[in-house]
């Protein structure tokens, strides 16, 4: 089956440490991978995407993430974060020929001041 | 401002009792979709809609109706609402579903409980 995976389910940082969240899919050929960002009561917003061209993404606040296509893989990372990144953090793909996205379970973050 | 919204925000209500949720976009886009959000199963698809009076099952689709008459709206219908629908909902929005790397934007969610 077709499935986006997120394995780490609750990271807890200090502020300035380096974060890396790990999202795995399962589709072949082209597909497009997204991270999405939902703060504590807010609606998901997108930090990033990737469909084709440079696998190292940048997004907005920071962060990037890296296609890793051996590997099935597409990590978010951000090298010093702050206490405003506390949030959930959402993997989503779309696989090829297909409308929906699928998404990770989601990793929560907590960054401790 | 371009936005989805959606209404109402928060909803208590009681088994069987039918009840809609409503989604609208300004932003013209042709693809419109709901999402349930359930603790540790992340964002799950219940409809989507790809434009006018063109609407398709999603992952869990089971309980729930969908209509599209308008473009902008996408209503969400619980015919006879049971405990298993309590869930944090979303409605998301994007340009077409058909392009590589279209974007949704998402509704500030729907928390509906059902006793």
């Known amino acids: 089956a077709q499935s986006v995976s997120q394995h780490n389910h609750h990271v807890i940082l200090s502020e300035a440490a380096s974060l890396e969240l790990g999202c795995n899919y399962s589709?072949?050929?082209?597909?497009?991978l997204f991270w999405y960002v939902q703060y504590p009561g807010q609606h998901l917003q997108l930090l990033l995407k990737y469909f084709s061209g440079d696998p190292l993404v940048k997004g907005i606040k920071g962060f990037e993430a890296e296609f890793i296509k051996s590997k099935f893989s597409f990590n978010l990372r951000k090298p010093s974060v702050q206490w405003s990144d506390t949030a959930e953090y959402f993997c989503a793909g779309r696989a090829p020929g297909r409308r929906a996205l699928t998404f990770g379970s989601g990793t929560r973050l907590q960054v401790q001041p | 401002e371009a936005q989805v919204t959606q209404n109402p925000r928060y909803l208590i209500t009681v088994t069987g009792k039918k009840l809609t949720v409503t989604c609208s976009q300004n932003m013209n886009h042709e693809y419109m979709s709901w999402y349930r959000q359930d603790p540790g199963l992340g964002l799950r698809q219940i409809y989507y809609?790809?434009?006018?009076?063109?609407?398709d099952k999603g992952d869990v689709p089971e309980g729930y109706k969908v209509s599209r008459k308008e473009k902008r709206n996408f209503p969400l219908i619980l015919e006879s609402p049971s405990p298993n629908q309590t869930s944090l909902y979303f409605c998301?929005?994007?340009?077409?579903?058909?392009?590589?790397?279209?974007?949704?934007?998402f509704g500030p969610g729907t928390r509906l409980t059902v006793l």
């Open positions: 998301a929005s994007s340009p077409s579903g058909r392009i590589a790397g279209d974007t949704q934007y």
């Open positions: 589709y072949g050929g082209t597909v497009n």
């Open positions: 809609s790809m434009n006018v009076e063109v609407t």
